[in-house]
């Protein structure tokens, strides 16, 4: 043959073959990934897809037909298909952080789904402090995941929200959290998954959430440490108190269907190769009804950066044996045969792993045939960026608006006497900033500039170039402009080129010559001059605090796509604002005795360390944790609240030494259901009508060094008229919420005298113990 011909054929046939590759890549890019066709005479009768039958029957026919290469080329995101069974490939990694999320392969815009609606950063939707919203957001995320899912361009499996502590003000990826609260970051992990994987019938998942990353995980890259070589050294009573709430009530509460352990050691283990962490306290003590996920490599993080064990099938092993089940990676792709040759893994601990995976997938509906005939089947384009969900999405920014600071008042401006408005400064007319990392493609913006334009007329100037702000060349627009404007508002922060994943912040002061530029045009201002900050993390903003010339501060985090309508909204008082601070502000001088890698949250006056959140730490602050404010004023009356509270003992459980002990182990009481009900009278007593989040706060008996000086236990947002009142009642579950963790990691109670606080209310309990006689079963 000669070697033209050769060359023509072999062109042909690579034509032919890449013209197949195309077809059948765009035909599968819109079909979703499932199994058990019914149009696949091989595959309809296997028992794994009868859908009459119990899902663990059918999760164990299917493991009992794989070879062991073909399971072990499941255990990556990028599980490979299994044609002999008509199981496609699948993309396990997408992400909704607060929207369909276009970080991860697994998800795709374009085509029929050109974008999805982009909630606030969820630091933003914290400080709403609205548990219902939180769900509702979910509920439509969740819509839009599974309508791209049926077109073919995102997966089922979500790896949101991300509930670690914010605990350092300094850390990149605050902004994704909802802040330093374990009880605010428990009951938004809860909410929110419970929002994403629906309310359906028994066992079946409308998405699968996942509640990241386990755990101690809250430094990115920080003087020279980043998260691939970082090992937490965490004190039992941290992880206990601190740590491992959200995480717990992601798992018991919310039912989440999938954790993500975490990149960093803790106490020398990486978090994925640790059993105890992962089998005996997720899958053993909260009993996750799901899978355990790496963070992505962090197996070949912890084999190639942190040198854990001598050889990648070590690595493959320790990570399966401690309860790993998926990874994001090739790693294990790669590694387990070969360690299961080498006698270090059993393929009985392979099944476990698939056991849980599968499950997931078939509760997911994705082995029960055609797609468009399961529940959410329907759902389609028409369903993504609808004028409801765009809407929530304004709510959820409008809601999450803080009011930091308003004298005189300033605040609201009245369209009448506020004609025109110069607005100012780098984060002005930003579109991409609003919606802070983890984001996708929004389905349009509402600028600042756009919002305010819609009640007044505008003078723009940019003031500063971008955040960096690293030249004052435009200030002299800038000052002209307020010196010609009726009120001038200022918008300013930080963006993702100041804090961001992989990047810490070295301080908390506003980057450049932000301060410059507000301080200089707040003196040149003819009328009011309001700041707006858009921001993750805290910024320290004293020098605006105590400038009389500043009449009022707003925060908005990162506000999603309709922020700028929502900051004007505000700004003219069609909405009253009423979210709290999730985080503490703290003085850039809080960071001097505080390296990020000192992991205590208690203080330590020997060493001068300050101690972390306003639950350890007592210094001075720019603006506390849960403080906003409002266009109104709110009054609380405590009407009704046991001052005595009795908590039962098993009498034959207990020997005295542990009923003379001031703080009784919750393991030793029965207070499974013992709740304490606490009625509190709301009353607005302004002019406006307004929400309000009652934040219910409790300072443990004398609990010793040891103890938060306080603690949020419960809250609840109501809305209440001008002039009139609302009773509300707050449940505060005793043995969740009223004990504090020893030393040793145990939760106990402590008897003696509570003081609940509400604003500047506060409410006296004492609590003690009460033995119940010995109960003969
Ligand atoms: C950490 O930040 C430094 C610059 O501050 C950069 O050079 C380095 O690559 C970063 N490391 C990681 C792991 O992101
Ligand atoms: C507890 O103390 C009481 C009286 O002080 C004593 O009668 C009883 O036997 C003790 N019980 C136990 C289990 O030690
Ligand atoms: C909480 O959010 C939901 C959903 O947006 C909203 O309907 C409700 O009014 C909010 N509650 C309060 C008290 O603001």
């Not at 496609?88 to 997408?94: A, D, N, Q």
């Not at 050294?233 to 601190?242: E, P």
């Not at 305010?452 to 627009?477: P, R, W």
């Not at 040891?706 to 009642?729: D, G, M, T, Y």
Request: glycine share 10%; hydrophobic share 40%.
């Amino acid at each position: 043959m000669s070697s033209t011909s050769t060359s023509t054929s072999t062109t042909l046939s690579s034509f032919l073959f890449l013209l197949i590759v195309f077809c059948s890549n765009n035909a599968e890019a819109r079909r979703p990934a499932f199994a058990c066709d019914e149009g696949d005479a091989r595959t309809k009768d296997l028992v794994f897809c009868r859908t009459n039958l119990g899902i663990a029957e059918r999760v164990g026919d299917l493991i009992g037909r794989l070879t062991l290469q073909e399971k072990v080329r499941l255990l990556g995101n990028n599980a490979a298909d299994v044609p002999r069974l008509g199981i496609k490939g699948y993309e396990w990694w997408s992400e909704a952080l607060h929207g369909v999320s276009n970080v991860g392969p697994g998800t795709k815009f374009g085509g029929e789904f050109p974008a999805a609606t982009s909630f606030p950063q969820v630091i933003t939707t914290a400080a709403a402090f609205n548990a219902s919203l939180w769900e509702e957001i979910g509920r439509v995320v969740s819509d839009e995941g599974r309508a791209m899912y049926n077109g073919g361009m995102a997966g089922l499996t979500y790896w949101s929200p991300n509930v670690n502590i914010f605990r350092d003000p300094r850390w990149g990826r605050g902004q994704e959290t909802p802040g330093e609260d374990p009880v605010l970051a428990g009951q938004y992990a809860a909410s929110y998954v419970r929002g994403l994987q629906g309310n359906l019938d028994g066992n079946r998942l409308k998405v699968a959430a996942c509640c990241k990353h386990y755990t101690a995980y809250d430094l990115d890259n920080w003087s020279g440490v980043d998260r691939f070589h970082f090992n937490a050294k965490v004190s039992r009573q941290d992880i206990a108190d601190t740590f491992d709430v959200p995480f717990r009530s992601c798992v018991m509460e919310g039912k989440v269907a999938s954790v993500m352990c975490s990149y960093n050691q803790v106490n020398g283990i990486p978090t994925c190769a640790d059993p105890k962490l992962l089998r005996q306290t997720i899958r053993g003590d909260w009993r996750l009804n799901g899978y355990i996920v790496s963070d992505c490599d962090s197996v070949g993080v912890f084999y190639d950066n942190q040198h854990y064990t001598s050889t990648p099938e070590e690595a493959a092993a320790d990570a399966i044996k401690a309860g790993l089940d998926l990874d994001c990676g090739p790693f294990l792709g790669i590694h387990t045969e070969r360690a299961v040759q080498l006698g270090m893994l059993k393929e009985s601990d392979i099944n476990s792993a698939l056991i849980n995976t599968l499950t997931v997938q078939m509760r997911l509906g994705m082995f029960d045939g055609e797609p468009s005939k399961l529940p959410y089947g329907t759902l389609g384009p028409r369903d993504v960026c609808t004028p409801s969900h765009q809407e929530l999405a304004l709510e959820a920014a409008r809601q999450g608006i803080v009011l930091l600071k308003n004298h005189g008042p300033s605040l609201p401006l009245s369209p009448r006497r506020h004609r025109t408005l110069a607005v100012i400064g780098p984060n002005s007319d930003v579109t991409v900033t609003m919606i802070g990392n983890y984001a996708g493609v929004a389905c349009g913006y509402t600028t600042p500039l756009q919002g305010i334009g819609m009640y007044a007329k505008t003078i723009h100037q940019q003031g500063c170039a971008n955040v960096a702000c690293t030249s004052d060349e435009l200030f002299a627009g800038a000052t002209d402009a307020a010196r010609q404007a009726d009120a001038t508002i200022l918008v300013i922060g930080l963006d993702q080129s100041i804090e961001a994943e992989f990047r810490d912040r070295a301080g908390l002061l506003l980057p450049g010559l932000q301060q410059d530029l507000v301080t200089k045009v707040a003196a040149a201002s003819k009328g009011p001059t309001i700041l707006v900050i858009m921001s993750g993390g805290p910024v320290d903003v004293s020098f605006a605090k105590n400038d009389p010339r500043i009449g009022a501060i707003l925060w908005v985090g990162y506000p999603g796509q309709a922020g700028g309508a929502a900051i004007a909204d505000v700004l003219f008082g069609t909405h009253n604002p009423g979210g709290k601070l999730p985080m503490t502000w703290y003085p850039q001088d809080y960071l001097a005795s505080l390296p990020m890698t000192t992991m205590d949250m208690r203080s330590n006056p020997r060493k001068g360390y300050p101690g972390r959140t306003y639950r350890f730490y007592k210094g001075p602050v720019v603006y506390p944790f849960g403080h906003g404010l409002s266009y109104t004023n709110f009054e609380h009356t405590i009407v009704d609240a046991p001052t005595m509270v009795a908590v039962p003992i098993d009498g034959h459980r207990n020997s005295n030494a542990s009923l003379s002990s001031k703080a009784i182990k919750v393991t030793h009481t029965r207070c499974n259901r013992l709740s304490i009900g606490v009625h509190v009278d709301v009353k607005n007593v302004g002019s406006m009508d307004g929400s309000h989040a009652l934040l219910v706060f409790s300072t443990p008996p004398n609990g010793g060094h040891w103890a938060p000086h306080k603690q949020l236990v419960a809250f609840e947002k109501v809305n209440v008229p001008a002039r009139s009142q609302q009773r509300v009642l707050v449940q505060i579950h005793v043995c969740k919420y009223l004990s504090v963790v020893d030393r040793a990691g145990i939760r106990r109670i402590p008897m003696g005298e509570h003081s609940l606080h509400i604003g500047g209310v506060r409410h006296p309990i004492a609590l003690h113990a009460e033995i119940l006689g010995v109960i003969k079963s």
